[in-house]
């Protein structure tokens, strides 16, 4: 079994992407299934093989220790790594070819706590994998892709796995697209354009985080992707592929 976590920003669409990597396996005739690690998800957009709500009731723990929401949420998903070995027997009864593992929205509770690094580094799999959703929708100027890209770094020092970078709603940004993945290959462009929109110490701070970034491979092999569209899911199946499979491509 090989794993696919995915990951990214609230809302990044991550779940609808889990629904669409599901589809494409599937129809390629590959057994893939999926494990929600969201306990506080209401509505998804695919059949969960394997639901962590079924362990952990975000709604009763609300009640019964008369805590907020986000209070909830943090509970709820430090809980997650107690369940380990009933979510583990699951997913060997399902044993799938590709596990696909959908995570909680609020990305920090899930990296930044204990426990989302403890099931990745313990559920039981031949190859894992993550996938770091870049929300188009939430790069509108070179700052904020900054500050998502060291979002990106800082969630792939969390999970210690290697990471896909993945860039999201490509269908409705227009022109940005091209602006965007031009600031990927070409540093010095991303340069000039930060200087353009800020100066003084935010200018220094983000040029700086930038220099820091790109020593480590900065918003690496950016793939974009519409999760409507299915626009450049090729391209994601192939740095799936890559990974999981050490260059041997999914049969289809
Ligand atoms: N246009 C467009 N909308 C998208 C795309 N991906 C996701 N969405 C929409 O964005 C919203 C959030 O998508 P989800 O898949 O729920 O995102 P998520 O990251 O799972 O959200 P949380 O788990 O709540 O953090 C939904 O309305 C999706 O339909 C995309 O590629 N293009
Ligand atoms: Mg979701």
Redo the contacts with the bound molecule.
């Keep these: 079994m090989k794993t696919i976590f995915v990951s990214?920003t609230?809302?990044?669409?991550?779940?609808?992407?889990t629904s669409k990597l599901l589809e494409h396996y599937t129809n390629s005739g590959v057994f893939a299934a999926v494990l929600n690690l969201?306990p506080g998800?209401e509505n998804m957009?695919y059949t969960c093989d394997i639901d962590v709500r079924d362990y952990i009731d975000y709604v009763s723990i609300m009640q019964q220790y008369d805590l907020g929401p986000n209070g909830a949420l943090v509970m709820a998903n430090d809980l997650i790594a107690s369940k380990i070995d009933e979510i583990q027997n699951e997913v060997h009864n399902v044993n799938p070819d590709y596990l696909i593992v959908?995570t909680?929205?609020q990305i920090e509770l899930f990296a930044y706590r204990s426990s989302g690094p403890f099931i990745v580094e313990n559920l039981t799999s031949e190859e894992k994998t993550s996938i770091f959703?870049f929300d188009g929708a939430l790069i509108t100027s070179p700052v904020n892709f900054v500050s998502i890209a060291l979002l990106a770094t800082s969630i792939r020092l969390r999970l210690n796995l290697p990471a896909i970078n993945v860039l999201?709603?490509?269908?409705?940004i227009g022109d940005k697209l091209k602006e965007i993945l031009h600031w990927t290959t070409s540093l010095s462009t991303l340069e000039n354009a930060i200087a353009k929109e800020v100066d003084g110490d935010t200018y220094s701070l983000t040029s700086n985080i930038l220099r820091g970034l790109n020593l480590g491979g900065f918003a690496q092999g950016l793939i974009p992707?519409?999760?409507?569209t299915g626009d450049g899911f090729i391209n994601l199946e192939g740095a799936l592929s890559r990974i999981l499979n050490l260059g041997e491509e999914v049969e289809d």
Excluded: C
């Design positions: 990214g609230a809302g990044s669409g991550k779940s609808l992407l969201d998800v957009p959908d909680p929205g959703l999201t709603k490509t269908d409705i992707i519409s999760n409507t």
